[in-house]
């Protein structure tokens, strides 16, 4: 499953009360360009820059610092500051923090913890659409996953005659006689039982003759 396309849209959270004074505004400035550029690594020196050389302390640099390092490719250190900013009193802010984190768990298959992350950022923001949508995403696709794994435990070996059905099949195929090697496997299996272990290539072959006969 690729988590990479399950991302959501960013943008850089500059409360107005840090641009006071000139020398931290031009910090700021030279934070975002970086970031929209995608220099994601000089985008991290930068954000860094803000909080050690201004002794700013806030949520919104946090989720700043883990996006730049998220897109830097440096996740256990984006997790790190996601994590601080999840726990900010401003619901939408957490809520976005909550899902980044989620993304990069999904990403390192910690798919249940990952769930449990997008859950609660709907919780902390309904209208977190990103998050919703990454929440019944993974949820759709562990549920599928567990049917999957469950079809392979009870999946039957084929007999010698429904290998022989299968290799049959496999030859009209590359003939592109699609629609026969359907018949074929459809017909084999009310003959053997075990012909359901080919069930895959079988739900295959119905999809690309329902394509055919449209």
């Given amino acids: 499953m690729s988590w990479s396309k399950i991302i959501l ?10 641009t006071r004074d000139s020398r931290l505004n031009a910090a700021i400035d030279t934070a975002a360009e970086s970031y929209a550029n995608g220099e994601y690594e000089q985008s991290i020196k930068d954000h860094l820059a803000i909080q050690e050389q201004f002794q700013i302390q806030s949520a919104a640099l946090d989720y700043n610092i883990g996006l730049s390092y ?11 500051f996601f994590d601080k900013a999840s726990t900010s009193s401003d619901k939408i802010l957490s809520s976005f923090a909550f899902n980044q984190g989620g993304v990069i768990l999904g990403n390192k298959e910690e798919y249940e913890t ?6 609660t950022a709907l919780i902390q923001d309904p209208l977190n659409e990103e998050a919703r949508h990454n929440y019944e995403l993974l949820a759709r696709w562990m549920e599928r996953d ?20 299968k290799a049959e099949a496999d030859r009209l195929v590359e003939q592109f006689r699609f629609k026969d090697a359907l018949q074929v496997m459809t017909e084999a299996m009310q003959q053997d039982e075990t012909v359901a272990a080919y069930n895959e290539f ?6 690309i003759v329902e394509i055919d006969e449209k």
Avoid: C, G, M, V
């Fill in 114 to 119: 990952a769930l449990s992350k997008f859950k």
């Fill in 70 to 80: 998220h897109y830097a490719e440096q996740d256990e250190e984006a997790a790190a």
């Fill in 202 to 207: 079988i739900t295959s072959l119905q999809e």
């Fill in 146 to 165: 567990e049917e999957r794994k469950n079809e392979d435990e009870n999946k039957p070996d084929p007999s010698d005659f429904a290998k022989r059905k």
């Fill in 9 to 18: 849209s960013l943008f850089l959270l500059i409360p107005s009360s840090w």
